[in-house]
């Protein structure tokens, strides 16, 4: 539509600016991803979670691994994937108490939340060959965190170019791989005790 006015645009005829829904509009150059999951996280916004029994860190570990997309269990922490990766194989290392702060961890849940986040890189560079990782605790809800009352570490592989306009333009992510597939291929490459 370069070189098109406004004006030009707006003489059209109905049938030129009427999509193959016979809905009214203007074709434009993007394609839309559709992500209707994502909208029950937007709807609900930070702090939608208040209490343990609507917390989904805390239900999770009560639900089958598949069923809840937990790769690892641990003695006082767990490894999960994002339910809304930024990329293939983001995973969250949670501790199994509903404890906002990472100053409410004990010595023994620090240690392995640690020990959590270094096998956790570990496997993604056995399965995925990223390039670089995003480590990242988000404190609170003016620190960003989505689920603000349940601390949890955020471990995102890259890759180089994994960062293009879409997230930025159109606030979409393109991901590669189902959420499902993504989760048995990092649990299979967990490594045993």
């Known amino acids: 539509m370069a070189g098109t006015t406004r004006e030009a645009m707006m003489g059209r005829a109905d049938d030129e600016a009427t999509d193959s829904f016979e809905l009214p509009g203007v074709p434009d ?13 937007v709807k609900g916004g930070q702090g939608q979670f208040k209490n343990k029994d609507e917390c989904p860190f805390c239900v999770a570990p009560a639900r089958p691994d598949e069923e809840s997309l937990i790769v690892h269990r ?13 990329n293939p194989g983001h995973l969250l290392v949670c501790p199994y108490r509903h404890v ?15 020990e959590l986040t270094q096998t956790a890189m570990r ?32 471990v995102v592989p890259r890759w180089g170019g994994d960062g293009n306009f879409f ?18 291929q990092v649990a299979d490459a967990w490594p045993a005790r």
Do not use: C
């Not at 641990?74 to 930024?86: D, M, R, S």
């Not at 997230?167 to 991901?175: D, W, Y």
């Open 29 to 41: 150059a993007f394609q839309r991803l559709w992500t209707p999951h994502r909208m029950a996280y």
């Open 123 to 154: 496997v993604l560079r056995k399965v995925a060959n990223p390039s670089g990782f995003n480590l990242g605790m988000n404190q609170g809800d003016a620190g960003g965190a989505g689920v603000a009352a349940h601390l949890h570490q955020h």
């Open 74 to 86: 641990g003695e006082t922490a767990y490894v999960v994937l994002n339910l809304f990766p930024y």
């Open 100 to 114: 906002p702060d990472y100053t409410d961890l004990t010595p023994a849940e620090t240690a392995e939340f640690a």
């Open 167 to 184: 997230p930025i333009i159109a606030q979409t992510k393109a991901i590669t791989q189902t959420l499902d597939e993504v989760r048995k």
